[in-house]
Every structure is written in C-alpha cells, then in structure tokens.
C-alpha cells in the first residue's frame, strides 16, 4: 500500500504542495492603511451610500436631469451624516477619556488633516518676505480683536467694562 492510496494524504500532499508554490511565487505582503479610520459609519450611512452610488450610475447611463438632480441629493445627504456622525463620535470618545489630556488629544489630533508635505516657496527677495509676514501678522489682531468685540455685542457683553473689570 503506497503513500498516496488514501485520499486524506492525497488532499494533504497538494494542499502543502499548492501553498509552498504560492508562498514562493505570490507571497503574502502586508500592507498599511493610509486612510483614517471611520468607526462612526453606520450601516444607514452604507445604505445612502449605495443609494447615491446607484443614482450616480443611473445619471451617467442616462444622462437624465432628475437622475443627476437625485445622485447630488444623496450625495450632499451622506456628507451631511457624516459630518454628524463623526461631531457624535468624537464628542462620546472626549467624554469617554475622564479627563485624560493624552487621550484626549490622541483623538483631537486624529480629527486634523495630516501636514502637508510640501514647503512654501521662500526663494523671494528678503524684504518683500518680510513685508508679507508683517501685512498677515498686523491684519490678525485687528481681525481678532473685531471678531471679540463682535461675540460680545452678540452674547450682550459690554467690551470696554468687561476688560477695565478684568484688571
């Protein structure tokens, strides 16, 4: 009686002669997921999704006015809970932290898009930089302090006596 009389060892010979082929000529790479995670996508999220992504298909087929009228409804709609999904997401892991400042910013700093790579151009003439720091440094107090006094018109505060309060 040979080896390969009984199917068990049949099935087990090629399976382990199928994977050593595979592991030589198409081995498993690990990849990293660049993109952020979205834990906050619901599965009602996922079904206007496919509604939208179905409306974007019948738009393009058609060409139809109302489809593509339907297909930015959904669209600008899955933005919108998005949007409120992931504010309600973040605020119950804020308050899921207790207080702790570097889980807190974990999460804070995961909302923030990533740096871009690139620097500004900084080849110009010395002074003509310089002018354009001091013109965005000067126009954002002056912004600043307009949008404060603003906030206090707006929530009934009187700017001159809440600052000669404060001192």
Known sequence: M???DDFDDQVDTFNTLFTDILDAHAPLKRIKIKTRPNPFVTPEIRQLMRTRD?????????NDRLCWNAFKFFRQEVKRELRLAEQVHVRSEIINSN?????IWK?????LPKKSKTSPDINGNPADL???FNAYFTSVGAS???KAFNLAMEYGLNPATTTSSAV
């Open 2 to 4: 040979s080896v390969f």
């Open 130 to 132: 310089a002018n354009k």
């Open 107 to 111: 999460i804070i700093n995961r909302c």
């Open 99 to 103: 207080g702790n400042t570097n889980a």
């Open 54 to 62: 179905k409306w974007h298909k019948k738009a393009i087929k058609t």
């Open 144 to 146: 600043a302090a307009q």
